[in-house]
């Protein structure tokens, strides 16, 4: 089986609002149904899981209900960082019952504009290798900030082999449990999961491309300005 496990257990704190941002609306729409909708409509994905803020487990089923969202099958508690919540989520897959060959594509709930295309990408390429890592090779010159004299200073590594990572991060579950049991036992705490599977010598994730669209993480004012401008736009017929 294929199941999104989608994070949406922050409190939102930069973006500054008085509700979590993944439940502010956008056009009478949450984001968090943004998010979800596109693996709702994915003939591929079989499930959805969520992993939720506490206190807001109610008001999930409840969009959920009324925008459609029939493939959400499980609210899991969210932890106290980004890798705790992950690892409710997908913990809380394995007591259900699922299999260790099953895939999970962990997705930020604050990241709405991943294609279909991304999605069936992930999945080939998670059955094949046991995991994929979405992102895109960087265009930009990549310097470094260094706070004792406020200088950027240049980075060694070419950008040619640097990747812009995004989500989802794709894995199957036994090996995505197994990286959350080590880094148990090391005391990690990671931001990113690929992070994590780096950080314990998994070193070749397969990378499947991901877009700007999907490089869209609603984190700030200016981020839901953009979503929306992204939302409301149509490709020219006349592009390739």
């Not at 706070?147 to 950027?152: G, R």
């Not at 200073?153 to 082999?161: C, D, L, T």
């Not at 070749?204 to 200016?222: C, S, Y």
């Amino acid at each position: 089986m294929n199941i999104a496990l989608l994070t949406a257990a922050g409190n939102g704190t930069r973006m500054g609002q008085d509700i979590p941002k993944q439940f502010m609306t956008i056009d009478d729409c949450p984001i968090i149904i943004y998010t979800m909708l596109p693996f709702q409509e994915h003939e591929e994905i079989d499930e959805i899981a969520v992993v939720c803020l506490a206190g807001w487990e109610n008001s999930l089923k409840a969009y959920s209900n009324q925008f459609g969202i029939t493939k959400l099958k499980y609210i899991f508690p969210g932890g106290s960082s980004n890798q705790g919540s992950i690892h409710n989520g997908i913990l809380g897959l394995k007591e259900a019952g699922y299999s260790d060959e099953d895939i999970i594509l962990i997705q930020d709930g604050v990241r709405p504009l991943v294609s279909a295309d991304i999605i069936t990408n992930n999945i080939n390429v998670c059955k094949k290798y046991g995991y994929a890592i979405t992102g895109l090779m960087c265009k930009e010159v990549i310097m470094e900030f260094k706070p004792e004299n406020e200088v950027l200073g240049y980075i060694s590594i070419p950008r040619e082999r640097l990747v812009r990572t995004q989500t989802p991060h794709t894995y199957k579950l036994g090996i995505i449990l197994d990286i959350h049991k080590k880094a148990e036992i090391y005391n990690l705490d990671m931001t990113a999961s690929c992070e994590l599977a780096a950080k314990l010598g998994i070193n070749d994730q397969h990378l499947v491309l991901g877009n700007e669209k999907n490089g869209l993480k609603l984190t700030n004012v200016e981020d839901i300005e953009l979503f929306k401008a992204l939302k409301h736009v149509s490709k020219y017929p006349w592009l390739k």
